[in-house]
């Protein structure tokens, strides 16, 4: 089964510009979720999808980031106009639905904003 | 407010010792544990759980001990091996979400010299 996918794997931006991440999860999963690390930090929760549906996005950290997941498929996650404090890595996970199951994490996208 | 907290930001052992690290939540409401393997550029694999009504999880050459009463845990890695080095990170599901959401603790990046 292929795992979860994310692009692009870096991104270098200027500080007011706008960047796009995607995440592809793992094939029928219904549970969908981005986290953030800030280096040297923990690993931060930002939201949650179930299908197309956002379930929780307490952990989002303004209005400049949205989050979408258009036909319960493949996610994206816009920043936008982006700031220095939003450089990181951002993750995407995917996990079965029903009560807790494994999540299966992406790769990661670095974001430097510079 | 961090709720998992790795105090230790690194650790390094000798192949064939003990590797142990440690992790501390605050939350008492979490009743169970996970701990994620990172290596550079991937994302966070699932090594290994441990449910609060047990205080002892073994897998092989991890074991993970919780102690309720001190909200401690630990992950033992016995006999540790070069392909050990890697962050480890200890999380736990929040289950104000339905236990969705991990919260993570900071990691803990273990070297392992042959």
């Known amino acids: 089964e292929a795992g979860v996918t994310q692009f692009p794997s870096h991104s270098v931006i200027e500080k007011g510009q706008t960047v796009t991440l995607r995440c592809d999860p793992i094939s029928g999963h219904d549970n969908l979720y981005w986290y953030r690390r800030v280096m040297g930090k923990e690993i931060k929760f930002l939201l949650h999808f179930v299908k197309e549906s956002k379930q929780d996005e307490s952990g989002m950290p303004n209005n400049r980031f949205l989050a979408e997941r258009t036909g319960g498929t493949y996610s994206t996650l816009k920043v936008q106009p982006a700031e220095l404090e939003d450089s990181g890595v951002y993750f995407c996970?995917?996990?079965?639905?029903?009560?807790?199951?494994?999540?299966?994490f992406g790769p990661g996208t670095r974001l430097t904003v510079l | 407010d961090q709720q998992v907290k790795q105090n230790s930001p690194s650790l390094s052992v000798q192949e064939g010792r003990i590797s142990i690290l440690n992790c501390d939540y605050t939350?008492?409401?979490?009743?169970?544990f996970l701990w994620y393997k990172k290596y550079p550029a991937e994302g966070p694999t699932f090594l290994i759980s441990?449910?609060?009504?047990?205080d002892k999880n073994e897998d092989g050459r991890f074991t993970v001990f919780l102690n309720k009463s001190a909200k401690h845990l630990s992950l033992h890695i016995v006999p540790s091996q070069p392909g050990d080095s890697a962050v480890y990170f200890c999380a736990a599901p929040d289950p104000n979400t339905g236990f969705q959401k991990l919260v993570f603790g900071t990691g803990t990046r273990l070297l392992v010299s042959p």
């Open positions: 939350n008492s409401m979490f009743d169970y």
């Open positions: 441990i449910s609060s009504i047990k």
């Open positions: 996970a995917s996990s079965h639905s029903g009560g807790f199951n494994e999540q299966f």
